[in-house]
């Protein structure tokens, strides 16, 4: 775990689906293995981003709670 | 044929149902889990057309009502449809159509075959005769959208979580989503409290390695629960049943327990409330049951 972030997102208050689409078209700008934070708030964004970015198969690599908001660590998958 | 020669009784066990226009029916159909073709829905439309007022009302059981049939076109109405492959509904002191989400088929949530448990449910017990009205649901997992906890029967899909060490890259993903707060970690491992867990399968469908699997997949079943004038959710009688024939002895022994010990219009819930939570459950368990 010594990787830089390359780019950061916050998406607090950012509803689904959006919030998946914008970490999609974020991870697009970035090369495989490339890590970007995103901030998700609680609930529903934490209960569908996360699998939904595993099924396109990236990869979550570190989840850190900041009260009500979460930081995401996504390591873009090949 | 009079009005006054209507067995209204004898009606309504076959969903045939007086409205408070004395003249007219409502015709409640039959279904499963809410699935129809849509060649069925055309023949629906038509009867509806035909013999009432071309209104279809949707029930709250997924079930389709055809409303406005006059008492003489009864008959023929439940005829026809009949011929179409659509049989009629149930109302009265009985069991009633099986309520069913779509399950593993489409949802991604899905744990079990909802439909296939639901198909099973109905062909053994729809229209048997019960104390007072008799309601089952079958919801593919904890998400719980059939709402099994609100209905007499309640089956509803599960799994057991289990952590494996080597594939976990400790990105704390399983602690910040398991809805209940079950994970947690303790020295760099993960633990799960299973007093806690609702066996609803977050953590392992997100954890981006799958260091949570499910190491045990089965049926919950829920008994009691109802809405109506006095609501009470299902009370937990049996969780992660891994083996469709244990369910169905299982959902056999509360059925036949219920038509035993249950009051005329006491809904089984009331009932279980009546007789103790706990007797029930180790009648049920461990009892043989009547």
Not at chain 2, 261 to 280: A, D, L, P, W
Request: charge should be positive.
């Amino acid at each position: 775990m010594g990787q830089e972030i390359k780019k950061s997102l916050d998406l607090h208050g950012v509803v689904c689906p959006l919030n998946f689409v914008k970490t999609k078209l974020a991870l697009e700008t970035l090369n495989a293995g490339d890590w970007l934070e995103v901030i998700l708030d609680e609930g529903d964004a934490m209960l569908n981003v996360p699998r939904s970015l595993k099924e396109e198969g990236h990869r979550i690599v570190k989840v850190t709670s900041l009260g009500n908001t979460y930081s995401v660590v996504v390591e873009k998958g090949p | 044929m009079a009005q006054s020669d209507l067995d209204l009784a004898a009606l309504k066990k076959v969903g045939m149902i007086q409205q408070k226009q004395k003249d007219y029916f409502a015709l409640r159909l039959h279904a499963v889990g809410g699935d129809f073709t849509a060649e069925q829905l055309r023949k629906i439309a038509e009867v509806a057309e035909k013999y009432g007022k071309g209104q279809i009302h949707v029930s709250t059981r997924q079930g389709m009502e055809i409303h406005f049939v006059h008492y003489t076109h009864l008959e023929n109405a439940r005829l026809e449809l009949e011929q179409a492959g659509i049989a009629m509904g149930a109302c009265g002191p009985r069991v009633r159509i099986v309520v069913a989400c779509p399950g593993e088929s489409t949802c991604r949530w899905g744990i079990i075959d909802t439909k296939k448990i639901a198909k099973r449910l109905d062909q053994a017990y729809f229209r048997q005769d019960t104390p007072h009205k008799f309601k089952m649901g079958v919801t593919g997992c904890p998400h719980n959208c059939a709402k099994a906890t609100e209905n007499d029967l309640g089956v509803m899909g599960g799994i057991l979580p289990a952590w494996k060490r080597e594939s976990c890259i400790g990105c704390d993903l399983c602690v910040s989503s398991c809805p209940v707060g079950a994970i947690s970690r303790v020295d760099g491992e993960y633990r799960l409290d299973e007093s806690k867990c609702i066996y609803c399968s977050i953590c392992t469908s997100n954890c981006p390695t799958d260091a949570w699997y499910p190491r045990k997949k089965g049926y919950i079943v829920w008994i009691g629960g109802t809405m109506g004038k006095i609501p009470r959710l299902g009370t937990q009688l049996k969780k992660l049943i891994e083996n469709e024939d244990e369910l169905f002895k299982t959902i056999d022994k509360v059925i036949r327990y219920y038509q035993t010990h249950g009051r005329k219009r006491e809904r089984f819930g009331h009932m279980i409330e009546r007789i103790g939570e706990e007797k029930v459950k180790e009648d049920l368990l461990n009892g043989a049951g009547d």
